[in-house]
């Protein structure tokens, strides 16, 4: 069985291999700060990182600076044949928040809104994904989880350094909340963020390098300058995330961190995410709201759905597996909705529903995507685009839910 850091290891020679000098370039970064391989090592993988941010221009695949990857191979090889000083030390991932029973309602002349119980753990190192469309109390719960709105029911039991407290106070040093919409704040970057790990601890040399460290590794490099003003929407969420991972939280909350965001940077954000939930040093408790389900769904190790205030489920994506009693098929093709309709009268338990871009198939378990193929296919239609999404929470999305 392979240890962590042969993993690790493996990880960043097939990144160099396919040339994603991204994701290698960030995960060597890693290796060095979760393992004592050397200052030296250290600051090589920081110095290359910070070349690789400079050279990299928006919109293109490729590097300017063709030496680069020969540049990660060489430090890399070093790196391999050196034995760490030190191994981290691996303990069982601590549970941070024991989350019983929490409820809210709200009333008004017009519109009244009840977050029924819900009981959840915030473990190290785990990553919960919040899901449900608008409207159906996924802020909610994240302002209870953070403490910026009381519970009407239930109760949250924190640990800090594994002692329960309930002083909001203490709590509030160890959770960084980054809400939809952003505050404004003034100055680049750079003094933003050396000022934020000031005032958690880190002074002069132990400041700059803690600084360097989260700029090169989220990618602010060439941005390090700019002003709120400057910056997209992507990457001021980028330095709300940086500004949070300055001072090491245990919890990072965040509320639909991908609403503004391309493709792209939608899943280089969530494999950061995971990477940081993943951390040797410090493996941080992530819970986020999203709607983009299919995204969530690769790097959360549990799934909370929320319909009308309602946990309709809380688990892990195995747990939704064992759960399933029928089939359910995302598809679209050179057929019409008469014409499946049509093709399907025969199975049993069949419901399709017809969106701008697919059709959604949910029927007895009994059928299988081959009988669909073999039937759409031997009916001379073509296929052009088909998602198992039987064993995705995203079925939970369907009204009959």
Known sequence: MQTELEKRIGEIDLCLLNEDLNRAGQRLLDLTYDYE???AYRESSLELRKKYNEGKELGRAKHAN???????RSLFDSIVQVKPQSLPALPPLKVLASISGI????RSRLHNFHFRPISIELVQGTIIGLVGENGNGKTTLLRMI??????DEGSIEYYIDGLSTNDWQLIKKKIAFIPQRQERWYGTIQDKLSFNAAIKGYRGELNTEKVDFIIHRMGLTNFRELSWNQLSGGYKLRFEIAMALVWDPAVLILDEPL?????????????????LADSL???????????QLHEVETVADRIIFLKNGNAIFNGSLHEFRQQETSRTFEINGSFTYQELQKLLEGWSDVRIEQSASSFTISCSAAHSKEELF?????????IEYFRNISGSTKKLFS???
């Open 146 to 151: 953070c403490g910026d709105l009381a519970e």
């Open 281 to 291: 040093r410090n493996p941080v408790s992530i819970i986020l709201s999203s709607q």
């Open 374 to 382: 073999r039937l759409l296919l031997g009916n001379n239609y073509s």
């Open 37 to 39: 391989f050397g200052q």
């Open 103 to 106: 409820g809210k309602q709200f």
């Open 259 to 275: 609403a503004n965001l391309d493709i792209q940077a939608q899943e280089l954000l969530l494999q950061d995410l995971r990477n």
């Open 66 to 72: 063709e030496s680069l990857s020969a540049e990660y």
């Open 399 to 401: 009204d009959k839910y």
